[in-house]
């Protein structure tokens, strides 16, 4: 059975949550791999909707395994909050949930250096969801990170606990000018939890292992997108991970020769919450549109997200970086009444004309779109299933968006529901 990472080929909030509870049916353990309760993904089943922070799309489904990686940044007050609003709408979450031993921990402070941080930046502020992800991953990258595995340690956790508060109440108290954490106080709350958390705590690395060698179809759940990447996002507007394909072989200690597919989730327009630029931004009331049909307000923040048009040059360096074998759009719906729709297929910067997304951020901050305009279709897509249903304006704009990324769309997504899908290829073929 074949082993697929889906991930964002944008700026997050692509659709990733749908396409994973779809594609939960053929698969046996999801995997999320990096970032923590920062991501917000949402499902829709008939009249249901859930969103989840950290817990994998595949939690609807009782006879799957869902698995946190060591990618995360776990916080295990959001962690069992998250548990125990699904147990409270009837969603088991007990065996069917595995955590890496060697998640980093979320813990209060890292949030609110997170706020204060933010505060100091001022204008340069990269408005961040405010859960502590960054100084999280801060504290993994100094190497004093304190990781679930720990929470089985209460001797070897404290000190470690008491060690890092020397440092964040001199940061807290000193700099920011705000007020410090008890060890005592803070030493139980956390112990508290991780009562709670530890009987999911396992070698993750090591079951994924396992599950392959019987056979067993492994789905990588990406959180954000690629140009909210560390490495190879619009640095430093970005997040503290790799939400790039190789954050699914380090976030889940998976090896890449295990992977079959790579799947990148894109939206058929574009979003971004938060700072940092967007080339197709639509600031008036086009912008306003787009927000308004496709619904787009942050799913963890309630923030309203910037819109704009189709960015093929955004979706085609995604495409390289991630090595993607195919592409899964998702929205078409919001188009639908449109007369004309934009894409755009290269940038302007000063004298410059490029079709390469840039290195620096100056140069993304400084490009003009270049674009292509193509008719709408004026008709309803929402819950088509096949192809023959679309509009041929609506077939020309797919066409039109694989040429321009240099992938084949694979998957369409026409509604926020599962069935609201039409599927061209499917990743995971019967004979498989
Ligand atoms: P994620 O973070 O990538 O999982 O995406 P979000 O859940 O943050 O945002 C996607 C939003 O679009 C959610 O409200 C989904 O229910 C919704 N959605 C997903 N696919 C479609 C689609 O094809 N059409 C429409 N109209 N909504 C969709
Ligand atoms: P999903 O998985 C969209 C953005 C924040 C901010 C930047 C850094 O739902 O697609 P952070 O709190 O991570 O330090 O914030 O990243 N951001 C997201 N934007 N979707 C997300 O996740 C995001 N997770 C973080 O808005 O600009
Ligand atoms: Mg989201």
């Not at 994973?20 to 920062?38: F, K, M, S, W």
């Not at 956390?190 to 292992?209: A, C, H, K, N």
């Not at 699914?248 to 295990?258: C, D, E, I, K, Q």
């Amino acid at each position: 059975m074949p082993n697929i990472i889906i991930l964002g080929t944008q700026w997050g909030d692509e659709g990733k949550g749908k396409i994973v509870d779809l594609l939960t049916e053929n698969a046996d353990c999801i995997i999320r791999y990096q970032g923590g309760h920062n991501a917000g993904h949402t499902l829709v089943v008939g009249q249901e909707k859930f969103v989840l922070h950290l817990i994998p799309a595949g939690i609807l489904h009782p006879d799957k395994t869902c698995v946190i990686g060591n990618g995360i940044a776990l916080d295990p007050q959001a962690l069992m909050e998250e548990i125990d609003n699904l147990e409270k709408r009837g969603i088991e979450v007990g065996q069917n949930l595995k955590i890496s031993e060697a998640c980093h921990l979320i813990l209060p402070y890292h949030r609110a250096i997170d706020k204060e941080s933010e505060e100091l930046k001022g204008t340069r502020r990269i408005g961040t969801t405010g859960r502590g992800i960054g100084p999280a991953y801060v504290d993994k990258m100094a190497r004093i990170g304190i990781r679930t595995g720990d929470l089985a340690h209460p001797k070897i956790f404290r000190e470690k606990l008491s060690k890092n508060l020397q440092e964040m109440n001199y940061l807290m108290e000193k700099l920011f000018k705000s007020h410090g954490f008890d060890l005592e106080t803070l030493y139980r709350e956390v112990m508290t939890l991780g009562e709670r958390i530890l009987p999911f705590v396992t070698d993750t690395s090591q079951f994924l292992w396992e599950q392959n060698r019987k056979g067993s179809s492994l789905l990588f759940e990406g959180a954000q997108g690629t140009l909210l990447d560390i490495d190879h996002g619009t640095y430093p507007f970005v997040t503290s991970s790799n939400a790039t394909a190789g954050g699914a072989l380090t976030g889940s200690g998976v090896g890449p020769t295990l992977i079959d597919q790579v799947l990148g989730v894109t939206k058929a327009y574009t979003t971004r919450v938060g700072s940092g630029p967007l080339p197709t931004e639509l600031t008036g009331s086009e912008g306003e549109y787009l927000r308004e049909k496709g619904q787009e307000y942050g799913a963890t923040t309630g923030r309203p997200r910037r819109c704009g048009w189709f960015d093929a040059v955004c979706v085609r360096y995604s495409a390289r970086i991630n090595g993607l074998s195919g592409l899964i759009l998702t929205k078409i719906d919001v188009l639908d009444k449109l007369d004309s729709i934009r894409i755009c297929t290269g940038y302007r910067i000063g004298s410059r004309t490029v079709e390469e997304f840039p290195r620096h951020v100056e140069d993304v901050e400084a490009a003009q779109p270049i674009y292509e305009d193509v008719p709408g279709w004026q008709q309803p897509t929402r819950g088509a299933k096949r192809w023959e249903d679309l509009p041929k304006e609506a077939q020309a704009y797919v066409q039109k968006i694989e040429e321009y990324a240099g992938v084949p769309v694979i998957m369409i997504s026409t509604g926020s529901e599962r069935s609201e899908t039409i599927t061209i290829q499917n990743p995971f073929p019967a004979s498989a």
